[in-house]
Nanobody, 117 residues
């Protein structure tokens, strides 16, 4: 079973930046399209970004132009660079297989992002 470990979250002021990382165990990581998801208190988990195996990404409208996604298949890691952060970006962020690309792995613990002055 693949294990996912997210890191890089924290408290940041509006307009600030954070870079999240998601490390996956297992050698099959590189063939999967991965997604970054987030869940704010009282809300359902939502997809914010996807990245296919070749590195091409797609983004939710709410983060388009502010977030970028990348991956290092040699390190089994995907990254989410978040710029111009807004209070509404506050959530626990998770990574997992992108929708439509296979059965999801067990969710990791996520990493908390709090955007507040």
């Amino acid at each position: 079973q693949v294990q996912l470990v997210e890191s890089g979250g924290g408290l940041v002021q509006p307009g600030g930046s954070l870079r999240l990382s998601c490390a996956a165990s297992g050698s099959i990581f590189s063939i999967y399209a991965m997604g970054w998801y987030r869940q704010a208190p009282g809300n359902q988990r939502e997809l914010v970004a996807t990245i296919i195996s070749t590195g091409s990404g797609n983004f939710a409208d709410s983060v388009k132009g502010r977030f970028t996604v990348s991956r290092d298949n040699a390190k089994n890691t995907v990254y989410l660079q978040m710029n111009s952060l807004k209070p509404e970006d506050t959530a626990v962020y998770y990574c997992n297989i992108a929708p439509g690309y296979g059965q999801k792995w067990t969710w990791g613990q996520g990493t908390q992002v709090t955007v507040s002055s």
